[in-house]
């Protein structure tokens, strides 16, 4: 793996979990994902 994609992993996370105000590459911030067994 890069440094650069080292430095964006690092930065997506420092939004997701750190401070969501920080700017970040979207492509590189975690996504929330559930079951809605209800819906399908």
């Known amino acids: 793996m890069t440094e ?3 430095t964006e992993l690092q930065s ?3 939004t997701a979990f ?3 105000a920080f700017n ?3 492509a590189y911030r975690p996504q929330f994902v559930y079951n809605d067994n ?3």
């Open 18 to 20: 750190v401070n969501s």
């Open 38 to 40: 209800k819906n399908g």
């Open 12 to 14: 997506g996370f420092n």
């Open 4 to 6: 650069e994609k080292i």
């Open 24 to 26: 970040s590459n979207l």
